[in-house]
């Protein structure tokens, strides 16, 4: 038995509830304005043990239904994590090694038993590191259908979550209602469409930066994003990596990225003056980019918009490739 079930036991210990042999031995009224009355009594004794035991479960768990729930019952889902970055993480530890979790976690009920966590991973693991047995929780009745949107707009509200987690989430969104339009997204939060769409910017870095990204999501915010798109479009993919590269080992401030990719542009153009810069061709799948192709002098590029895209496409280039060379062309 848990700690909860053995406290609820001990608080409603003292409620006893009369057995049917008992009942049976009380004697029976036998007028109709006795059994009528007899009735009405028996119904307010039964409310009134119902309001004692409710009063008595409220002490238990806490008017607002918050638990203390066992962190040994407590299972994390993946992908649903907010990542912090381990000077924030260590600042959270700090501060509930020496004080009370004002905010409980949120979880749901497994049906394989203990609980699934929608939003709170990282007190969970903080309680955890500190050797603490139970964490305070709030138990929510989400469906499995909500639960990854509920635990992404739980996080949402916290404003240090990075602009690259907030965009991961929205895509997310996106692309699991396909319906759902920009405007009503934007809407939905709180913010113009604009903004929205300047935070979905993310989507069209290069695949090396996501995977920068993704280690670590608060390197850059939102607008240094979409700059950074707009270099990278412009066929200086390799800068904006490594200009991302520099901002998370702090060697580059992110508001002065723009300027450092254009100041190595124009170090490049006075080393070689004579040597034009190759312009990429943009191809597009419907509205959205699919590849950049540039070449220079006996060198083709590729770059599309995953890894997944192109390791696909890799394969076929292989296969054509060996053909052209078969046929000696």
Known sequence: MSKLSDAIAAKTANIKLSSEKTAAKAHKPLTGPAIQFDATARMHAAEKKVEDL??????TIG??????????QLHEIPGRKRNLDDENYEILKNNLAANDLITPIIVRKREAGGY????????ANVFRELGRESIPAVIADISDKDADKDAFFANLIHSSLPDYE?????EKLLSEQPSLTHEALAASIGVPRTTLTTLL???????AAHKILKAKPGAIGYNTANDLVRESESGHSDLVVKAIDLIVNKQLDQTKAKDWIKKELQAARQDNPTKAAAKPIIIKKGKSTFCHMRQSNKV??????SVE?????????HSFLKSLAKDGV
Do not use: C, D, M, W
């Open 116 to 123: 699934e966590i929608i939003s709170g991973h990282n007190r």
């Open 300 to 305: 083709i590029r590729l770059e599309f918009q």
């Open 166 to 170: 907030k965009y991961l989430g929205f």
């Open 54 to 59: 409710t009063q008595q479960l409220n002490n």
């Open 201 to 207: 910017s993310f989507k069209r870095l290069p695949s």
């Open 63 to 72: 008017s607002s239904g918050q638990l203390e729930i066992p962190v040994s």
């Open 309 to 317: 895209e192109a390791e696909h496409i890799q394969e076929q280039i």
